[in-house]
């Protein structure tokens, strides 16, 4: 999917909000997310942000009292006078604050879920808000709050997405919209991103721990150069497009690895779950020989093991079929 500039506008702007004037902000959430997007609001706009969260901790109690900001614990008669909402709950609870929040906000009135949902909860969570003519946008966050606070980068998808997240892009947010796309795009690709980098994440745990141990981290680093030097995006299609031919030398290679870390008494979980894929694509390849260009170009390969058991895992009957 194509990205575009955040100042695209959809077909119904106009039924938005002004954007100029000044607007009461509710967030619901008062996690670090919440809480990093309120002090934003406060500090860097004319806009008034009000915090609502059943359970606050200690953290936001001591950050609304300080930023003097009003804080609700549930959703109640106060929402009729807000013109954004900007959902920080967690993915999980995306649908029941919704169904909580919806039938109580004006016509019109504006809501972001910024929450990890999965694609078709934020799906329904659209055609929730349509019923009672509440604009709905999925954006997801692209990066850790906790380092760059409210300037962290956005994606987002739906109709009013570029109209909705200007807002985000006043306080120093890098916003890209999916155009063409539909409500539920941006949490998928933001699903999809959390593969590389929470796998990335728990095989960083698992080698740094073995180098520091080992005494050797910075040569490990030393030893990544030629990763610095293609780039990160070039890197993974390198992966990729050499993965069919390699796969049989670089499970051995794996093994090796895993018996290195058994052998130090550390976890390998990641290298065992490596060693699947691998070891899955080797079987596909000797019943299935692939063409030739799947083993150099990365679309070829990708088709290839998107078609093969390799990509597609075969999965036996649920219990009781």
Same mark, same amino acid.
């Given at each position: 999917?194509?990205?575009?500039?955040?100042?695209?506008?959809?077909?119904?702007?106009?039924?938005?909000?002004?954007?100029?004037?000044?607007?009461?902000?509710?967030?619901?959430?008062?996690?670090?997310?919440?809480?990093?997007?309120?002090?934003?609001?406060?500090?860097?706009?004319?806009?008034?942000?009000?915090?609502?969260?059943?359970?606050?901790?200690?953290?936001? &109690?001591?950050?609304?009292?300080? !930023? *003097?900001? #009003?804080?609700? =614990?549930?959703?109640?008669?106060?929402? @009729?006078? /807000?013109?954004?909402?900007?959902?920080?709950?967690?993915?999980?609870?995306?649908?029941?604050?919704?169904?909580?929040?919806?039938?109580?906000?004006?016509?019109?009135?504006?809501?972001?879920?910024?929450?990890?949902?999965?694609?078709?909860?934020?799906?329904?969570?659209?055609?929730?808000?349509?019923?009672?003519?509440?604009?709905?946008?999925?954006?997801?966050?692209?990066?850790?709050?906790?380092?760059?606070?409210?300037?962290?980068? &956005?994606?987002?998808?739906?109709? !009013? *997405?570029? #109209?909705?997240? =200007?807002?985000?892009?006043?306080?120093? @947010?890098? /916003?890209?919209?999916?155009?063409?796309?539909?409500?539920?795009?941006?949490?998928?690709?933001?699903?999809?991103?959390?593969?590389?980098?929470?796998?990335?994440?728990?095989?960083?745990?698992?080698?740094?721990?073995?180098?520091?141990?080992?005494?050797?981290?910075?040569?490990?680093?030393?030893?990544?150069?030629?990763?610095?030097?293609?780039?990160?995006?070039?890197?993974?299609?390198?992966?990729?497009?050499?993965?069919?031919?390699?796969?049989?030398?670089?499970?051995?290679?794996?093994?090796?690895?895993?018996?290195?870390?058994?052998?130090?008494?550390?976890?390998?979980?990641?290298?065992?779950?490596?060693?699947?894929?691998?070891?899955?694509?080797?079987?596909?390849?000797?019943?299935?020989?692939?063409?030739?260009?799947?083993?150099?170009?990365?679309?070829?390969?990708?088709?290839?093991?998107?078609?093969?058991?390799?990509?597609?895992?075969?999965?036996?009957?649920?219990?009781?079929?």
């Amino acid at each position: 999917m194509r990205c575009a500039d955040f100042s695209l506008r959809p077909k119904h702007s106009a039924r938005l909000p002004a954007y100029s004037a000044h607007v009461n902000i509710a967030i619901i959430g008062a996690g670090e997310v919440g809480r990093t997007y309120a002090k934003a609001v406060a500090e860097q706009s004319a806009h008034t942000a009000i915090l609502c969260d059943p359970y606050p901790k200690d953290a936001t &109690l001591r950050f609304v009292s300080e !930023a *003097g900001l #009003e804080l609700h =614990r549930e959703a109640g008669t106060w929402l @009729a006078d /807000v013109d954004r909402v900007w959902l920080c709950v967690t993915g999980d609870l995306t649908l029941s604050v919704c169904r909580e929040l919806l039938w109580r906000l004006r016509p019109g009135t504006v809501v972001v879920d910024l929450t990890t949902a999965a694609p078709g909860d934020k799906r329904s969570a659209f055609d929730l808000a349509a019923e009672h003519d509440v604009q709905y946008v999925d954006a997801v966050i692209l990066g850790a709050i906790a380092l760059t606070a409210a300037a962290t980068p &956005l994606l987002a998808a739906g109709p !009013a *997405g570029p #109209e909705a997240m =200007r807002d985000f892009a006043d306080l120093g @947010a890098p /916003v890209r919209i999916l155009p063409e796309a539909r409500v539920g795009d941006a949490a998928a690709l933001k699903l999809l991103r959390t593969i590389l980098t929470k796998g990335l994440e728990a095989l960083a745990v698992e080698c740094l721990v073995a180098a520091e141990k080992q005494g050797i981290r910075r040569e490990l680093y030393d030893a990544m150069h030629d990763v610095d030097a293609i780039g990160f995006t070039a890197f993974l299609d390198m992966l990729v497009r050499t993965h069919i031919q390699h796969s049989g030398r670089r499970l051995h290679e794996i093994q090796r690895a895993e018996a290195q870390l058994t052998s130090m008494g550390l976890p390998a979980s990641m290298l065992s779950a490596s060693q699947q894929v691998f070891a899955r694509t080797t079987s596909a390849a000797a019943q299935n020989p692939p063409p030739a260009a799947a083993t150099a170009d990365v679309e070829a390969a990708l088709e290839w093991l998107g078609s093969t058991s390799a990509g597609c895992p075969r999965v036996g009957p649920g219990p009781g079929i």
